[in-house]
């Protein structure tokens, strides 16, 4: 598989740039996640809560193509309801984190936030999808 180091190396217009969900109660640490995918040249949303994501994808006419931050109960519910959206979940208490494991997120980020991490993951995540050709 080729690897990159960002999205920026292609030309990007605001209809083909991945569209991603940050999901985080903390202001500072989601602006933080935000900031970090937007240099990298994805399309941002911030929301505080699953419910407020949730609404995205009841909504928007252009479902978000990842998520991230998000905790089972989104994973969960989203799973339940067909959509295969990549899911880069929190890791939780161990409980927590089996029963995450368990509804097939694409990947689990460990605490604190390690945001070289999670960009070599969306890359992972989102690249091959976009690499594929349209019908």
Do not use: N
């Not at 390690?114 to 999808?129: K, S």
């Amino acid at each position: 598989m080729e690897s990159r180091d960002s999205f920026t190396e292609e030309v990007v217009t605001a209809g083909s740039r991945p569209r991603v969900v940050v999901v985080e109660p903390d202001d500072e640490r989601r602006s933080a996640i935000a900031t970090a995918l937007r240099k990298d040249g994805y399309d941002v949303l911030e929301e505080r809560s699953a419910q407020e994501t949730l609404a995205l994808f009841a909504e928007d006419a252009r479902a978000p193509d990842a998520v991230v931050g998000a905790g089972v109960e989104l994973l969960v519910h989203l799973r339940e309801h067909g959509w295969a959206t990549p899911m880069i979940v929190r890791a939780g208490p161990a409980p927590a984190r089996a029963d995450a494991l368990r509804w097939a997120p694409d990947a689990v980020l460990d605490e604190p936030i390690d945001v070289e991490a999670l960009r070599r993951i969306m890359l992972d995540v989102l690249w091959p999808r976009r690499t594929l050709p349209s019908a």
